[in-house]
């Protein structure tokens, strides 16, 4: 589009020197509006997960993980996943800019199931028309009962394997049901004697210079679980360096190691935290997992989207001393 390209640097001209333009009798532009396929100008919120080929990250992290020029806003090296807007097949291309915009209207759809999609009234997603057709549709336009389409099965993985599988399996227990809040202790509370073989069995092989040790709960515990630990500022210091969140339950989110790390990386972290946190509910045929951390939930979604499995989430809200507080499923 070189006419459209040239008109646009004129309109840059005008604004970098208004004098110019201004004496010969020119109006100053009020502004200048890209319309186009996905990769024009359209915005969605800074928390939005995105694949892309060194893993799954928040939009706004993207300056974190690529090269962007602050002065041309070109993004190099960022390559995701998208779709061939003609024959709607699964591609991989090259991002061309970034923008990090200040705050703007926003709307924000939900699905039935559960999927949140929020972004400027001109962004687009792709729907099921009433043709049986797929098609973009702003979500400006998007109504009550709009069929959206949720990509799934992409299996683009990012290359991250700084950690052993051991470790990532690990690291979903920690983040299912670990304390690392207490000084230098990295703790799980468990009765499954077969998670807490694998943290014992763990620590005793790669840290025998440190007791593991373990304790009953209190005399109310109804499923006898026990506290399995480890007081050892090495492995502590070696969790933290992989990105282990020490925060409470509200807070807890799945590290960058494991968003952006390879598949048997993936697996074997929700292995653990499906293990350790999650349930199996015989009448449904269900597999589950429930947080009250919204952004630990949206990070699961997208890895099961990712891995070809489409789950749904449900919030519940229940009051906890007093307090209103939602749970995500």
Known sequence: ??????????????????????????????????????????????????????????????????????????????????????????????ASNFYE?????????????????????????????????????????????DLAAIKFNTQVFGNFEEITEDEAYLMGIFTGDGNL???????????????????????????????????SQDTKNRNKSKVYGIASWQAKKRFFEYGLSSFLSYDKYIPQTIMMGSKKIIVAFLQGLFDSDGYFESKRGAVGLVSVSKKLINQVTMLLLNLGIVPSIRIKQLIDKNHLRNVYE
Do not use: W
């Open 181 to 215: 809040s207490t000084s230098n202790r990295l703790e799980i509370t468990t009765a499954d004697k077969e998670l807490a073989n694998v943290f014992v069995g763990y620590f005793k092989n790669n840290y025998p210079q440190n007791t593991v040790y373990e304790r």
């Open 1 to 94: 589009l070189k006419e459209a390209k040239e008109e646009l640097r004129e309109i840059i001209d005008f604004l970098k020197n208004p004098q110019k333009f201004l004496s010969l009798g020119a109006r100053v532009p009020k502004g200048v509006l890209l319309v186009g396929p996905p990769g024009t100008g359209k915005c969605v919120v800074g928390d939005t997960l995105i694949l892309t080929t060194k893993g799954i990250m928040e939009i706004k992290d993207v300056p974190r993980y690529f090269y962007v020029d602050k002065f041309s806003n070109k993004v190099e090296g960022a390559y995701l996943p998208t779709l061939d807007l003609g024959n709607f097949e699964n591609v991989v291309d090259k």
């Open 101 to 145: 915009l200040e705050e703007s209207e926003t709307i924000k759809v939900i699905t039935k199931q559960g999927f949140e999609l929020e972004g400027t009234p001109e962004h687009p997603i792709i729907v099921l028309n009433d043709q049986g057709n797929l098609e973009f549709k702003e979500l400006k336009d998007i109504r009550p009962g």
